[in-house]
């Protein structure tokens, strides 16, 4: 089990979005991420670096750096959310 910043047991539930979390955006399986695109994911809003091949759910695989951290790190497009195409 993962322990955060505080030193508290972390869940599985913890690292998923809610569509409720960001109104009127999409989840990333729901149209073609590309890179350079705003992203919201379970460690906060983000850019897509890069696009890689299918995860285990059909959904791409992203590498995404946060606006406050340096380190890229990977998630599904199935559990981040992207606004909608033209709102950007």
Request: with cysteine; glycine share 14%.
């Amino acid at each position: 089990m993962a322990k955060g910043k505080l030193g508290r047991n972390l869940r599985a539930e913890d690292f998923n979005v809610n569509d409720e979390d960001r109104p009127g955006w999409t989840r990333g399986n729901e149209q073609v991420p590309r890179a350079g695109q705003s992203v919201y994911c379970a460690g906060g809003e983000g850019t897509i670096v890069s696009v890689h091949g299918k995860t285990g759910d059909g959904s791409r695989l992203l590498e995404i750096r946060l606006q406050d951290e340096k380190a890229p790190f990977f998630a599904a497009s199935s559990n981040v959310l992207l606004p909608r195409p033209g709102r950007e």
